[in-house]
């Protein structure tokens, strides 16, 4: 019965993460207020209009990127031993390419520095890693820590 029950809050997961990553992927390739249509008055067709008010179409940026990256991490973290998990994961990083180039495209390059975008998208990758080698390592910790003199053959 308990089995049953992890499926299915796994199902729910998927789902949930599903939609946040269809929504966050939307909104960053037809970000909100479009895109200018023409050349002129210093603008560039193409270039998302919202990024004229450049503090608040950062945090948007940031924001979004961040909710994409996390709900394509969980997906992967939850169909990690399914049957089909390398196509999962070849179709995530397409995913996530294609929304870095579409970002890429309609944010003009003075209004974003997009190293933090790419720290954003990583992050929730590095913070997994740092969480796993933490759990690995944590009985060498505790051992040294326990050790009064590391000299003497303890270690």
């Excluded at 560039?44 to 945090?59: D, E, L, M, N």
């Excluded at 390398?86 to 990083?93: D, K, N, P, R, Y």
């Excluded at 996530?96 to 495209?105: D, E, K, L």
């Amino acid at each position: 019965m308990e089995n049953d029950k992890a499926g299915d809050a796994r199902n729910v997961l998927l789902v949930v993460a599903a939609l946040i990553t269809a929504v966050t992927f939307q909104v960053g390739v037809n970000p909100p207020g479009g895109v200018w249509q023409d050349n002129g008055n210093g603008y560039t067709a193409g270039r998302a209009i919202y990024a004229t008010h450049k503090g608040p179409f950062y945090v948007f940026l940031i924001s979004n990127t961040l909710a994409l990256s996390s709900s394509i991490f969980i997906i992967v973290l939850l169909t990690h031993r399914f049957p089909f998990h390398f196509g999962v994961m070849i179709a995530t990083l397409s995913m996530i390419v294609t929304y870095g180039s579409a970002v890429f495209a309609v944010t003009p390059n003075e209004s974003v520095k997009f190293r933090y975008i790419l720290f954003t998208a990583a992050l929730p990758y590095v913070l997994r890693f740092f969480y796993q080698m933490c759990r690995k390592y944590k009985h060498c910790v505790l051992r040294l820590r326990s050790c009064q003199n590391p000299c003497s053959g303890c270690a």
